[in-house]
Structure formats: C-alpha cells, structure tokens
C-alpha cells in the first residue's frame, strides 16, 4: 500500500468517527390520539407504515450510525410530518378524508413503502391484495369519495 492510500484511509477512518458525534434525535413521543381502523388493517399499517408514521417507530440498529442515521432520522420525521398515525384522530374530519384519500393515492401509484426502505424491511412489503385491502378501507374511511384508479371513478373514462 502506498503512502497516499495509507494517508486517505486514516482520514477516511477519522473522518468517520468525528461524524458519529454529530447528533441525531431518535425519538417516540407519546401517542396522543392514535388512528382507529379495523384489526387487519390495523395490522397491515402497523406492519408496513408505522416506522416512519408513528410515534411507534422501532429504530433499526444503522439509526445509530452516520451517515445513515441522518437519513433515517429525516425520513421519520419528513414520514410524520406527512401522516402520522399517532395523531390521526384529532385531525378535524376535513384533514382526515384527505390524509385517507392521500393514502389511497400513494398506495395505487406504488409510492408506499419506498423502493429503498423494503429491502431491508421486507415484513413492510405489501401484496396486491394487502394494498387492496388498504385502498378499499382509506376510501371508504374518506367517505366514499372516489380516488383515481378505484372502480368508480375508471367508469368516467
């Protein structure tokens, strides 16, 4: 090994180290007013979506270690800025119907779970039937308000 590999391994490994203490809030604060839903679907969100929409989140060991910590401490909060289940309840029912009409949408386009998030979280991919079961209830929870791509609403084509 030459002397300038040498040099940029121990910058790289210092550089790594001096990272880890740049701090990264992990937290779970308390459910306050959590989403109501039948038991399957209960469990399906649970399964699939409460890591990063919850104040339930199981933080995988790699939250513990920059650069990755970073990312997954911005995807959780992003995640719960967007819905977050632990507060769902006390939305007003406006808010509600378009969170729920929301979830709907992502789920028919494929934009939940991320690509990147299953591979290492294969229990939160879904089946067809799983995101079926999904789109059925949030439409129906939204009030019947037809979503793109749901049965009714390909009829006015």
Not at 47 to 60: G, K, M, N, Q
Not at 109 to 138: C, I, K, N, Q
Request: glycine share 6%; proline share 8%.
């Amino acid at each position: 090994m030459n002397r300038f590999t040498k040099r940029l391994l121990v910058v790289l490994a210092v550089g790594g180290l001096a990272i880890q203490a740049v701090p990264v809030e992990r937290t779970n604060p308390p459910v306050t007013a959590e989403l109501v839903a039948p038991q399957p679907v209960h469990d399906l969100l649970v399964r699939a979506c409460y890591d990063c929409h919850s104040h339930e989140t199981v933080w995988p060991w790699y939250a513990s270690v920059a650069p990755a910590s970073w990312l997954v401490a911005r995807d959780v909060e992003e995640g719960r800025e967007h819905l977050d289940f632990s507060t769902f309840a006390s939305l007003e029912p406006g808010r509600a119907a378009h969170a729920l009409r929301e979830i709907a949408e992502v789920l028919e386009e494929g934009e939940m779970p991320p690509w990147f998030y299953t591979p290492l979280h294969p229990d939160a991919r879904l089946s067809a039937d799983e995101v079926a079961t999904l789109r059925a209830w949030a439409v129906e929870a939204a009030g019947g308000e037809r979503v793109p791509g749901t049965a009714e609403h390909d009829d006015d084509r």
